[in-house]
């Protein structure tokens, strides 16, 4: 059974930092691509970052957090994380993790077929 389970949300001020894990089970995770999502209340799903499957080797940026965020895995340990540099408060969201097989990492979230439950990102001071 497939499974993404986010963690590592929180509160932290404005510039401050926050690094997200999606842990993964039930797939062997470089045959994956991996990206992560943010939606904010009454919004629609965004795009933040997508990592692909090894067959592409490639990663893909928001143009609202490249130089801040940074999307990196670790297949031995079945987890793929998204390092959150100087947060502002337009990145206050629910922030999920989703799984395509052989995917190239894009950020549409139509591609994607699994999905872990989320986690919240509150940018406040």
């Known amino acids: 059974q497939v499974q993404l389970v986010e963690s590592g949300g929180g509160l932290v001020q404005p510039g401050g930092s926050l690094r997200l894990s999606c842990a993964t089970d039930?797939?062997?995770?470089?045959?994956?691509?991996i990206a992560w999502f943010r939606q904010a209340p009454g919004e629609g799903r965004e795009g933040v970052a997508g990592?692909?499957?090894?067959?592409?080797?490639?990663?893909t940026y928001a143009s609202s957090v490249r130089g801040r965020f940074t999307i990196s895995r670790d297949n031995a340990k079945r987890t793929v994380y998204l390092q959150m540099n100087n947060l502002q408060p337009e990145d206050t969201a629910t922030y999920y993790c989703?799984?395509?097989?052989?995917?190239?990492?894009?950020?549409?979230?139509?591609?994607?077929?699994?999905w872990g439950q989320g986690t919240q990102v509150t940018v406040s001071s």
């Open positions: 990592s692909s499957s090894s067959s592409f080797g490639r990663t």
């Open positions: 039930g797939f062997t995770l470089d045959h994956y691509a």
């Open positions: 989703a799984g395509e097989i052989v995917g190239r990492g894009e950020l549409d979230p139509g591609s994607y077929d699994y």
